[in-house]
């Protein structure tokens, strides 16, 4: 078995929508999406979507049927930390295999922005219950 990625086939591709592994195995073109939005992923298979999954688990396996009859494997996921891979496998044999890392500085600015709001929030929280007991005490001790 052999896999071939023809130039007619576009190359592995990062959009805002989608990230798409596309390859050819046996001459079917198999393209693999996984929304970069959505928990969706989904499976075409010769410009025809044939499996499509909503799913929060960290690695999805979609089971396509070649028009031969043969099914093949196809798992989307993350691996711990930032990359994102596809893999595809028939009859025991891994067909294809591709991933994506991403930045790490995109990972290293979500956990500065969690920190800042919470530093945010435990210097707000006491000013705000401070600023409630003044209006509670003013508006009891006017009436």
Not at 10 to 29: A, D, I
Request: charged fraction near 15%; glycine fraction near 12%; hydrophobic fraction near 45%.
């Amino acid at each position: 078995m052999t896999n071939t990625i023809t130039h007619s086939i576009p190359q592995m591709k990062v959009s805002l929508g989608w990230v798409t592994f596309p390859f050819v195995y046996k001459g079917q073109q198999i393209i693999a999406q996984a929304s970069t939005w959505s928990p969706r992923t989904r499976i075409w298979l010769n410009d025809e979507i044939v499996d499509e999954i909503d799913s929060w688990k960290f690695s999805e396996t979609h089971d396509v049927t070649l028009p031969d009859g043969e099914i093949i494997q196809v798992t989307l996921g993350y691996r711990w930390g930032t990359t994102l891979y596809c893999e595809a496998h028939a009859g025991g044999q891994k067909l294809f295999t591709k991933g994506i890392t991403q930045d790490a500085k995109g990972v290293v600015a979500l956990g500065a922005f969690l920190a800042a709001g919470l530093a945010m929030g435990a210097v707000m929280y006491p000013l705000g219950v401070y600023i409630g007991e003044a209006i509670a005490r003013a508006s009891g001790a006017g009436a």
